[in-house]
């Protein structure tokens, strides 16, 4: 059985749960020798990331989003990570997209309140990083287009941009995302524009990208793409246009840039799982290596296994991106989901063997198992800051 992880968030109307697909198989077996020797072991005490996922379904108004910061700062967490775009549209005051119909009810409707400076100002004050998140490619979600707004929505203004299959066919409306296509050299750059913008309107502590990949592997054979292609191995290029969209944020910005990568980079073991690398195009190795991001914070969404090397053990996964972390910072990714026990395991295996910190999806799931109390009692008790990134 092949295993689906949506992304940091899930789609709505999706749990958290990995969930059954179809039956692809590994294409071969991960590199994973490292260029460092200081990739093992546990680092020099120098802070722990101890963040948290928000996603833009977990706050409606300004109370929510002081709850929510006030929440986390009392759990121990030192950065957060806040959901500003969800399908090419804004919870924030943007340049480029309209306002999210989800905070006023009509799309490109200013709501008359900012989630992104009020989770900025209350995060600052109660001594957290808070960082931006937004989804990279997808386009929209649902089964009918965006209403007409100003400024008009991208999926109107640009169909050119949807990913299309083998047949050429562009990704039709559904209940899910229909996704841009990284190969067109305008998507990439609205990525960048969106980065800069935000980091220059806010005092964000970060850029974090979501789903910053091909959606699977019957894609993208759009013609802009296919017009661009070199001619080399086409999944090769679709892995290369994926790491330069992340360094175009990089160079669009002068904060740390961060990423959710696939919680399976290969698949090594024979666990029949899916791969970042050869099902969605995404060689999050490779964010690293190139400096196009500042940690990656790959989705372990399973608990330490009875063995290690087990069916998609935690400690097993956190050892093999710690492995491959080029010198840079590895947040390991954990569910919330999990019961109390296996996250904190989690949280233990992620310490024990080398990871710079952990990042928790989401703190509405957190909030809901009645989680947070735990962390402050318990691995988030004392206070540490995030670590430090000597190379920037």
């Given at each position: 059985m092949m295993l689906l992880l949506a992304c940091t968030e899930p789609d709505?109307?999706?749990?958290?749960?990995?969930?059954?697909?179809?039956?692809?198989?590994?294409?071969?077996?991960?590199?994973?020798?490292?260029?460092?020797?200081?990739?093992?072991?546990?680092?020099?005490?120098?802070?722990?990331?101890?963040?948290?996922w928000v996603d833009r379904w977990t706050y409606a108004s300004e109370d929510d989003v002081r709850s929510i910061m006030a929440g986390a700062a009392a759990a121990g967490f030192n950065a957060v990570y806040f959901q500003v775009r969800g399908t090419a549209d804004a919870y924030y005051q943007s340049s480029y997209e309209p306002?999210?119909?989800?905070?006023?009810?009509?799309?490109?409707?200013?709501?008359?309140?900012?989630?992104?400076?009020?989770?900025?100002?209350?995060?600052?004050?109660?001594?957290?990083?808070?960082?931006?998140?937004?989804n990279a490619f997808p386009?929209?979600?649902?089964?009918?287009?965006?209403?007409?707004?100003?400024?008009?929505?991208a999926y109107l203004e640009h169909p050119e941009w949807l990913v299309a299959d083998e047949s050429g066919e562009p990704m039709a409306l559904n209940s899910s995302y229909v996704w841009m296509s990284p190969g067109n050299p305008?998507?990439?750059q609205r990525l960048a524009d969106v980065s800069r913008d935000i980091a220059d309107?806010?005092?964000?502590?970060?850029?974090?990208?979501?789903?910053?990949?091909?959606?699977?592997?019957?894609?993208?054979?759009?013609?802009?793409?296919?017009s661009l292609w070199d001619g080399t191995d086409y999944a090769d290029w679709q892995r290369a246009r994926v790491v330069e969209a992340v360094l175009g944020v990089q160079e669009a910005v002068d904060v740390p840039v961060t990423a959710s990568v696939w919680g399976i980079?290969?698949?090594?073991?024979?666990?029949?799982?899916?791969?970042?690398?050869?099902?969605?195009?995404?060689?999050?190795?490779?964010?690293?290596?190139?400096?196009?991001?500042?940690?990656?914070?790959?989705?372990?969404?399973?608990?330490?296994?009875?063995?290690?090397?087990?069916y998609t053990d935690f400690t097993t996964l956190v050892k093999e991106f710690v492995a491959n972390r080029h010198d840079r910072h590895i947040y390991a990714g954990v569910a919330a989901d999990l019961t109390l026990d296996e996250m904190l395991a989690c949280i233990e295996s992620a310490r024990a063997n080398g990871a710079q910190g952990v990042v928790i999806f989401d703190y509405g799931l957190l909030d809901d198992n009645g989680y947070l109390d735990d962390l402050a009692a318990g691995p988030f008790a004392e206070p540490k800051e995030p670590p430090r990134m000597d190379w920037r």
């Amino acid at each position: 059985m092949m295993l689906l992880l949506a992304c940091t968030e899930p789609d709505e109307g999706q749990s958290l749960s990995a969930a059954p697909g179809d039956t692809s198989h590994a294409d071969g077996d991960a590199d994973t020798d490292s260029d460092s020797d200081s990739d093992t072991g546990t680092p020099p005490d120098d802070g722990e990331l101890r963040g948290v996922w928000v996603d833009r379904w977990t706050y409606a108004s300004e109370d929510d989003v002081r709850s929510i910061m006030a929440g986390a700062a009392a759990a121990g967490f030192n950065a957060v990570y806040f959901q500003v775009r969800g399908t090419a549209d804004a919870y924030y005051q943007s340049s480029y997209e309209p306002w999210s119909s989800r905070l006023s009810g009509t799309l490109g409707v200013d709501p008359g309140w900012d989630p992104l400076g009020v989770a900025v100002e209350s995060g600052h004050a109660l001594g957290m990083e808070v960082h931006a998140y937004i989804n990279a490619f997808p386009f929209w979600s649902g089964t009918t287009p965006p209403a007409e707004s100003s400024p008009r929505h991208a999926y109107l203004e640009h169909p050119e941009w949807l990913v299309a299959d083998e047949s050429g066919e562009p990704m039709a409306l559904n209940s899910s995302y229909v996704w841009m296509s990284p190969g067109n050299p305008e998507v990439r750059q609205r990525l960048a524009d969106v980065s800069r913008d935000i980091a220059d309107r806010y005092d964000v502590d970060g850029i974090h990208v979501d789903l910053v990949r091909y959606p699977g592997r019957d894609y993208s054979f759009d013609e802009v793409s296919l017009s661009l292609w070199d001619g080399t191995d086409y999944a090769d290029w679709q892995r290369a246009r994926v790491v330069e969209a992340v360094l175009g944020v990089q160079e669009a910005v002068d904060v740390p840039v961060t990423a959710s990568v696939w919680g399976i980079y290969e698949d090594r073991w024979g666990w029949g799982t899916s791969q970042g690398y050869h099902d969605y195009y995404q060689d999050s190795y490779a964010f690293l290596e190139t400096g196009a991001t500042d940690a990656n914070m790959p989705m372990i969404y399973w608990p330490v296994a009875e063995n290690e090397g087990d069916y998609t053990d935690f400690t097993t996964l956190v050892k093999e991106f710690v492995a491959n972390r080029h010198d840079r910072h590895i947040y390991a990714g954990v569910a919330a989901d999990l019961t109390l026990d296996e996250m904190l395991a989690c949280i233990e295996s992620a310490r024990a063997n080398g990871a710079q910190g952990v990042v928790i999806f989401d703190y509405g799931l957190l909030d809901d198992n009645g989680y947070l109390d735990d962390l402050a009692a318990g691995p988030f008790a004392e206070p540490k800051e995030p670590p430090r990134m000597d190379w920037r």
